[in-house]
C-alpha cells in the first residue's frame, strides 16, 4: 500500500537553528499538508500546498515557517529559527482530492525537540 | 467554523468489551466526519468517515460509527475489544458537499487501552 514517508524520525535542534522536515507524499496525490502535534494536545494544521503554491494556512504558520516541493517528490517544511514551543511531533499527508472526501494519508511523523 | 470535542483521553476497556470512543463535533456546513488511528511509532491511519448517505459508517478492524445530526455525534464503537486495538484515536471534521473548510479540524484524540 502507498505510503507518506517522513524523515528524520527524531530531531533534536538547539534553539534558534534552522530545521528541515522532509516528506515524500504518495506519487499520483496533488495536495499536500502539514499537521502537528504538541504533546497531549490536538493535532492542528499548519499549512496545505497545491499546485507548488500555498493554499491555505494557519495562524500558526508564521513567517518562521515555510514549504516547499523542490523536486517534485520531496515536500519540505522549514522552521527557520527554531523556538521551544516549536517542540512538537509534525505529521505530513497528502491526497487526491481536495475535499478530503477519501480522507487523508499521513506519515508517521518527525517528532522535534528544541533544547 | 468547525470543531471537534472528543471526551476522556484514555479509555480503559478489558479485552471482549465493548469500546465506545465519543466525539462531538460543531459545523456551520453539513460535515464529513473521520475516524483516524495512530498506532505507536506509526501515522495516522483512516479508519472510516462519513460524507454522505448512510448514517451508520463501518470501517477497519470491526469499528463502526454513526452520524447523529441532532447529537452532533460521531462516536466510534466495537463490539469487542482485541488487545491490538489499543491505540490513540482521533475524530476529525472538515466542510462537507456544500462548503466550509476541506481542511480537517482534529480533536485532541482518545487514548485506548485494552486490559487482557
Known amino acids: 500500500e502507498p505510503e507518506v514517508t517522513q524523515t528524520p524520525s527524531h530531531q533534536v535542534t538547539q534553539m534558534g537553528q534552522e530545521v528541515i522536515l522532509r516528506c515524500v507524499p504518495i506519487s499520483n496525490h496533488l495536495y499536500f499538508y502539514w499537521y502537528r502535534q504538541i504533546l497531549g494536545q490536538k493535532v492542528e494544521f499548519l499549512v496545505s500546498?497545491?499546485?507548488?503554491?500555498?493554499?491555505?494556512k494557519s495562524e500558526i504558520f508564521d513567517d518562521q515557517f515555510s514549504v516547499e516541493r523542490p523536486d517534485g517528490s520531496n515536500f519540505t517544511l522549514k522552521i527557520r529559527s527554531t523556538k521551544l514551543e516549536d517542540s512538537a511531533m509534525y505529521f505530513c499527508a497528502s491526497s487526491d482530492d481536495a475535499g478530503g472526501y477519501y480522507g487523508y494519508t499521513f506519515g508517521s511523523g518527525t517528532r522535534l525537540t528544541v533544547v | 467554523a468547525q470543531s471537534v470535542t472528543q471526551l476522556g483521553s484514555h479509555v480503559s476497556v478489558s479485552e471482549g468489551a465493548l469500546v465506545l470512543l465519543r466525539c462531538n463535533y460543531s459545523s456551520s456546513v453539513p460535515p464529513y466526519l473521520f475516524w483516524y488511528v495512530q498506532y505507536p511509532n506509526q501515522g495516522l491511519q483512516l479508519l472510516l468517515k462519513?460524507?454522505?448517505?448512510?448514517?451508520l459508517v463501518k470501517g477497519i478492524n470491526g469499528f463502526e460509527a454513526e452520524f447523529k445530526k441532532s447529537e452532533t455525534s460521531f462516536h466510534l464503537t466495537k463490539p469487542s475489544a482485541h488487545m491490538s486495538d489499543a491505540a490513540e484515536y482521533f475524530c476529525a471534521v472538515s466542510g462537507g458537499p456544500i462548503g466550509g473548510s476541506y481542511i480537517p479540524t482534529f480533536g485532541r484524540g482518545t487514548s485506548l487501552i485494552v486490559h487482557p
Open positions: 500546498f497545491y499546485n507548488n503554491e500555498i493554499s491555505e
Open positions: 462519513y460524507t454522505t448517505g448512510a448514517t
